[in-house]
């Protein structure tokens, strides 16, 4: 039997040259090897079984081993295996075509390969944008505390977590961070939603102590996800919009997790009504992973301004791999099968019916506030609910090592803070069957009780 600590941390070690992604150096650990998986569960090269109860990085919309999906990327790869987006193939228009459809308005993509990199480009494209447009002086942009947007320096300097960043600081300039909406934790007063307007009054005092004329845009995730499930109210969200319009700031929006069904739309934004975002980035749900696949698509109005005959007006913005034609074809049938399925509604459906049992841990001593949107789900854990004290990173260890040895792979929110790493996270497949979720609900809830 191996230790919860065992089981918790991967390690290169000495066991071979990988190096894995955000894991502490433990030479006695065993990393899991996955071999196989299908539906919500895969299995490992000791044939043990687990539940992936984070959608590997939130990314496995439809779960693993669909088979139209494989096929679709093989087909793709026989007729054109390769194509730049210097020149053009059809996967990859039709897929712009239909993003633009989804999103509600018109828009046009450009493609890259991650999240990271459809942030750097969004960034990229505000800057020449104002630049083109009479507001060259337009170049600072502002996020949230707590936020994630990516691993890359642009996108890791909107990135607003301390202990992800101190190592590499400093970052580029022009980064700035505010509050977030985060009513659990908040020093202003009032309701949930009071207190998020005035994260987002303090949003709009930065913009105007700063110059207007200096503000590019704003970028935000519309449900904070991996610095803790930060679940604002809606007219937070609209509020935020209206005060880039205001001050002519473009709105950012990071669908990377949000993006196709998690939260119960199909894009995160779509929950605050009549809000349209200038830039939409996306990543993960939009290939459910099957192949790496990151997308900017911002107005038509802003590309307009790119459109300048026989000037030098053009991005010179370029990804060798960027769209490549199987990834696009992955996401054009993981996007069919998403409508097909109605997958969103089953989203909706069955995180009201199901995943909110959740919600009764909050009996428990040390679970300080439940925050779900469909698929997305954050338990804070305290030591003590008076004073909000986060428990210890050890026992988020605990908790998430003991899921695990029950066939459950659970998250945790990454770096935020010092002593601020207390939030457990459930975002399954949207694809996860009554039982999967049963399981979820069991183990969790067993493991926290067992405390
Ligand atoms: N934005 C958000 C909201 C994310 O959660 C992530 C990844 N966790 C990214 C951007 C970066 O995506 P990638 O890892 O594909 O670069």
């Not at 006695?28 to 919500?40: C, F, L, P, R």
């Not at 679940?231 to 002519?248: E, G």
């Not at 990804?319 to 097909?340: F, M, Q, R, W």
Request: with cysteine; net charge negative; aromatic share 8%.
């Amino acid at each position: 039997m191996k230790t919860e600590v065992e089981m918790n941390q991967a390690s290169t070690g000495n066991e071979s040259h990988l190096w894995n992604a955000m894991h502490k150096y433990n030479p006695d650990a065993k990393a899991t090897v996955a071999v196989s998986g299908e539906g919500s569960w895969f299995i490992d090269e000791e044939g043990n079984d687990y539940l992936d109860g984070v959608s590997g990085l939130w990314c496995l919309n439809l779960g693993y081993g669909r088979q139209e999906v494989v096929d679709a990327a093989a087909e793709q790869m026989k007729k054109l295996s390769y194509f730049p987006l210097t020149m053009n193939h059809q996967p990859a228009i039709q897929l712009a075509n239909k993003l633009s459809e989804m999103l509600g308005a018109e828009y046009q993509t450009f493609f890259s390969n991650s999240g990271s990199e459809a942030n750097e480009t969004a960034f990229k494209i505000a800057r020449q944008y104002h630049m083109q447009t009479g507001n060259p002086g337009k170049y600072k942009f502002i996020s949230r505390y707590r936020a994630y947007h990516g691993s890359t320096m642009g996108a890791l300097s909107a990135t607003a977590q301390a202990n992800r960043r101190v190592k590499y600081d400093p970052a580029p300039p022009g980064f700035l961070h505010v509050a977030p909406p985060y009513s659990y934790r908040s020093l202003f007063s009032g309701s949930a939603e009071e207190k998020d307007l005035r994260a987002a009054d303090e949003m709009e005092e930065m913009i105007r102590w700063e110059g207007e004329e200096t503000v590019a845009a704003v970028i935000m995730e519309p449900f904070i996800s991996g610095g803790g499930v930060i679940i604002p109210s809606m007219k937070y969200i609209q509020r935020v919009a209206d005060i880039c319009k205001k001050y002519h700031v473009l709105l950012i929006m990071d669908e990377v997790v949000a993006g196709f069904g998690r939260t119960g739309k199909m894009f995160g934004f779509k929950h605050a009504a009549g809000v349209q975002p200038d830039i939409v980035t996306m990543a993960k749900g939009l290939t459910s992973g099957y192949l790496p696949l990151g997308a900017t698509s911002v107005k038509s109005e802003i590309y307009e301004a790119f459109k300048q005959e026989g000037k030098d007006k053009h991005l010179r913005h370029v990804s060798t791999y960027g769209g490549h034609p199987a990834a696009c074809a992955v996401a054009l049938k993981n996007i069919d099968i998403i409508e097909k399925e109605n997958v969103v509604d089953r989203v909706n459906s069955l995180g009201n019916s199901k995943l909110i049992e959740l919600h009764d841990l909050m009996n428990h001593k040390n679970v300080g506030e439940v925050r779900q949107i469909g698929f997305l789900l954050g338990l804070e854990m305290v030591e003590d609910k008076a004073t909000k004290e986060p428990i210890s990173e050890a026992r988020m260890s605990e908790i998430v090592g003991a899921c695990k040895q029950n066939g459950l792979v659970i998250g945790k929110n990454g770096d935020t803070v010092p002593g601020g790493n207390n939030v457990l996270i459930i975002a399954p497949p949207l694809t996860s069957t009554e039982e999967d979720l049963d399981f979820i609900i069991e183990t969790v809830s067993s493991v926290i009780h067992s405390m």
